[in-house]
């Protein structure tokens, strides 16, 4: 959990994949 703590980037990634995905499946 730490990891994501100080990744900002990656969670910014993360969260736009989801949201990609999410808007694809609509």
Known sequence: A???TWNPHKLM???L???TIH???E
């Open 13 to 15: 990634g993360a969260l």
């Open 2 to 4: 730490d990891s994501v």
């Open 23 to 25: 808007f694809k499946e």
């Open 17 to 19: 994949q989801c949201s």
